[in-house]
Structure formats: structure tokens, C-alpha cells
T-cell receptor, first 112, second 113 residues
Framework: TQLLEQSPQFLSIQEGENLTVYCNSSSVFSSLQWYRQEPGEGPVLLVTVVTGGEVKKLKRLTFQFGDARKDSSLHITAAQPGDTGLYLC????????????FGQGTTLQVKP | DAGITQSPRHKVTETGTPVTLRCHQTENHRYMYWYRQDPGHGLRLIHYSYGVKDTDKGEVSDGYSVSRSKTEDFLLTLESATSSQTSVYFCAIKTSGSVYEQYFGPGTRLTVT
């Protein structure tokens, strides 16, 4: 059974601080997605990483896929209150069913 | 916006009653998914569909059934609701192509009393 361990589960920081969220597995994934979810809404796709070692940047957010495609990280620089939310990583296997395995999520609170 | 709607958005029902949740998409995607979200568990796959009348189980399928008679609609049924099925239910679609990306609907909050 594939599992994705996401850490930390909760993070409360001050505006302007940097943070990193980790997503780790013993399984290899064909791709990995990061989502952000706000209360009462569905998850919104932020990025998809496919190639081992790949780094993608989305404004102040930097996503990295591990060389072995078993882990990923999300780094936020100079966090803002608008970054508050639940961050989810999800890994896709090699089958064409598109089934995703989700991490437990990281709840981020950025205080002004 | 992947054109996904879910209905109802909120529902309270009693233990033992049947419940059907509806997911509707407007963009003719082949793959559709039902997840449930509970604190500390992320999202867990209940069932998915890879075409009209083609469905398969996910990791938490017990107590749930699905049907897909049209491309645009994917129904999730709880035959006899239990309190353990109190959750937020999300529908998703998968875009076509070599990279698998899923887009989610707004969710249905179901409470079983």
C-alpha cells in the first residue's frame, strides 16, 4: 500500500517568515501534485511535478520533486496571511487510472 | 474552474436512511472520482469511474455504491447511512494527457445523526 507522510501537520507562523512542508514516501510516484484548500471549498491544484529533481516556482512558493520521485517539498518565502490554508500533497502511480494517494495535509496559519 | 458542481452542498440525515450525492461536470471528462475528507486522513478515494457504466472501488468503498449512466453525472449512494459516514465528500475529474491532474468540486458536507 502506498502511503504519503506529510509534515508538519500544523504550522503557525508570523507574517514574513519562511516555511517548508515535506511529503515523504517509500514508494515511487509518476507525478506529484500540491493542492491548497480553504475552509468550505474543494482543493485547488497549485502545481504538478513529474521529473525527478524538478523544481517549480509559483511566485513565493517553490516546489521540489525528489531525485528518486519518492518525496517532495513546498517552500514558502515571506509568508503572508493570504497563504493560510490546508496544503495537501498527492502522488500518482504509474497506472492510467489517475488514482491519487493523498498526504494527511498541513494546516498553515500565518498571523499578521 | 473545471465546471464541476455537487449537490446538495449540505445534508443532514438519520442513521439507516439512503442518501445520494450528485456530481455534475460540463467538460466531458472520462474519469471521475469520489473522495471523502476527514480530519487527519487527507482525502481517501471511495470509488472512481473511467466511463459510462464503468466504475471501480477505491480504498474506502465499503458502504458506498456509485453509478454513471451519463458522462456528465457521477452519483454516490450510501445505501444505509451510518454515523461513521459523516464527512465531507468531494468529487473530482481527471484531465486527459500523460500527466494526471485532478480538479475538485466544492464538496458536500454530510452529517448522519
Amino acid at each position: 500500500t502506498q502511503l504519503l507522510e506529510q509534515s508538519p501537520q500544523f504550522l503557525s507562523i508570523q507574517e514574513g517568515e519562511n516555511l517548508t512542508v515535506y511529503c515523504n514516501s517509500s514508494s515511487v510516484f509518476s507525478s506529484l501534485q500540491w493542492y491548497r484548500q480553504e475552509p468550505g471549498e474543494g482543493p485547488v491544484l497549485l502545481v504538478t511535478v513529474v521529473t525527478g529533481g524538478e523544481v517549480k516556482k509559483l511566485k513565493r512558493l517553490t516546489f521540489q520533486f525528489g531525485d528518486a520521485r519518492k518525496d517532495s517539498s513546498l517552500h514558502i518565502t515571506a509568508a503572508q496571511p493570504g497563504d493560510t490554508g490546508l496544503y495537501l500533497c498527492a502522488g500518482a502511480g504509474s497506472s492510467n487510472t489517475g488514482k491519487l494517494i493523498f498526504g494527511q495535509g498541513t494546516t498553515l496559519q500565518v498571523k499578521p | 474552474d473545471a465546471g464541476i458542481t455537487q449537490s446538495p452542498r449540505h445534508k443532514v440525515t438519520e442513521t439507516g436512511t439512503p442518501v445520494t450525492l450528485r456530481c455534475h461536470q460540463t467538460e466531458n471528462h472520462r474519469y471521475m472520482y469520489w473522495y471523502r475528507q476527514d480530519p487527519g486522513h487527507g482525502l481517501r478515494l471511495i470509488h472512481y469511474s473511467y466511463g459510462v457504466k464503468d466504475t471501480d472501488k477505491g480504498e474506502v468503498s465499503d458502504g458506498y455504491s456509485v453509478s454513471r449512466s451519463k458522462t456528465e453525472d457521477f452519483l454516490l449512494t450510501l445505501e444505509s447511512a451510518t454515523s461513521s459516514q459523516t464527512s465531507v465528500y468531494f468529487c473530482a475529474i481527471k484531465t486527459s494527457g500523460s500527466v494526471y491532474e485532478q480538479y475538485f468540486g466544492p464538496g458536500t458536507r454530510l452529517t448522519v445523526t
